[in-house]
């Protein structure tokens, strides 16, 4: 048994009511006569293109007028992200030869170490031969001298010297140790160990006295001067979304404050689940107020545009149809399916369906939709 869904019970009593009103003093003498009316109705091209009410029941029903218009729009997506670090200012402490960890000078996570900074020093017995074999090499080369008949041993000593030092390169001991080694003539049982750039530490991997590999990570250190926000954006929202676009970024714990940044990337995956794609920012950080895992609210600006609109309200969204009715002439109006764009505060963009300058309802448009609907519904019986 069919049981009417309270959608469809409201546009019957909202067709019903505007039936009423159309129809109020206007019952016809005889039969005959209604029947002749119908007739004539279902033959006029203007019932079948929408419906008619008259200026009196127009007003009765509130019946309002817009006009479709070209206008240039600036729209702005808002959306939410999170403070991240700037993956290109993240650096790895590693090592490239393996030893023990003596002398730990940075042994907290979240220090900030300057560039050049000793984080430790490290005694490996690979590294204490090497400076052996290359002091020998060098010191022998001393005694050569430049004599004729020492010069093929120089040559082979100097190339001696000279793969022991790329080794030492490879390995990263600075230059200035090197020149101590020479100038002294004293072997380091530790070698200080400096920090290779500047930054706060956000992982720590490291222990007085521990045994470390080569590869192994000791430490990973963040610059915050510059910092990303990952913003979420919907998939539809995507076109008016490009790289070097302006964003405006705000926090609940700087009220009154914004900072002003760049999309530097639209990341090329979806989340299936939310249906949001990752757009990334770019942002100074002056004093380092910006931490990573930050909630911000994000302001996308995207260019202004010239599109046709029509005011909201004027929109009847089923969610499968959008139905704009038109002024088709005195008391007349004509439901027409458009194709709808981007929706402004106030506005929605027409893509197809409308023409600049039409005449169209802007509010009321529901009861015109029920009586249009009823006045259809009541033709296909009739059929």
Same mark, same amino acid.
């Given at each position: ?10 546009? &019957? ?46 007003? &009765? ?5 817009? *006009? ?12 939410? @992200? ?49 400076? !052996? ?5 060098? !010191? ?94 919907? *998939? ?19 009220? @009154? !404050? ?40 994000? !302001? ?5 545009? *010239? ?21 088709? @002439? ?47 519904? &009541? ?5």
């Amino acid at each position: 048994m069919w049981k009417p869904r309270t959608k469809d019970l409201v546009q &019957m009593a909202a067709g019903s009511m505007l039936a009423l009103l159309t129809g109020c003093g206007e019952r016809p003498a005889t039969n005959q006569g209604h029947e002749a009316m119908e007739a004539a109705e279902m033959q006029s091209p203007a019932r079948e293109a929408g419906l008619e009410v008259d200026a009196r029941k127009q007003q &009765m029903i509130g019946v309002t007028y817009g *006009e479709v218009r070209r206008s240039s729009v600036e729209q702005t997506i808002r959306t939410v @992200g999170t403070v991240a670090y700037d993956e290109s200012a993240l650096t790895d402490v590693t090592l490239k030869f393996h030893g023990w960890i003596e002398g730990l000078r940075v042994d907290r996570t979240g220090d900030y170490v300057r560039e050049g900074e000793i984080l430790f020093s490290l005694y490996s017995p690979e590294l204490v031969q090497t400076q !052996e074999d290359y002091l020998t090499s060098f !010191e022998h080369l001393q005694r050569l001298g430049r004599s004729p008949r020492a010069a093929e041993a120089s040559r082979r000593m100097e190339d001696l010297l000279a793969a022991v030092r790329r080794r030492l390169d490879y390995w990263d001991v600075p230059e200035n140790h090197v020149r101590d080694l020479e100038q002294d003539r004293r072997i380091l049982r530790s070698l200080p160990i400096h920090s290779p750039a500047g930054g706060y530490v956000i992982e720590k991997h490291v222990t007085e006295g521990a045994h470390v590999q080569a590869g192994h990570l000791l430490y990973r250190l963040a610059d915050l001067d510059a910092v990303w926000v990952l913003a979420d954006v919907y *998939e539809h929202e995507l076109p008016r979304v490009a790289p070097g676009q302006e964003a405006r970024v705000t926090l609940s714990y700087l009220p @009154g !404050e914004t900072f002003v940044g760049k999309v530097g990337y639209v990341y090329p995956y979806l989340d299936p689940k939310e249906r949001t794609v990752k757009v990334r920012i770019e942002l100074a950080n002056p004093g380092h107020r910006l931490r990573a895992g930050m909630y911000a609210d994000v !302001e996308l600006r995207a260019e202004p545009r *010239e599109v046709l609109v029509v005011p909201a309200a004027a929109v009847l969204d089923s969610g499968e149809r959008r139905v704009v009715f038109v002024a088709a @002439g005195p008391g007349r109006f004509e439901p027409r399916e458009i194709e709808s764009g981007a929706r402004f505060d106030d506005a929605v963009e027409v893509l197809a369906g409308l023409e600049v300058g039409e005449r169209i309802v802007t509010s009321a448009n529901f009861l015109l939709d029920s009586e249009s609907q009823l006045a259809s519904g &009541m033709r296909q019986m009739s059929h």
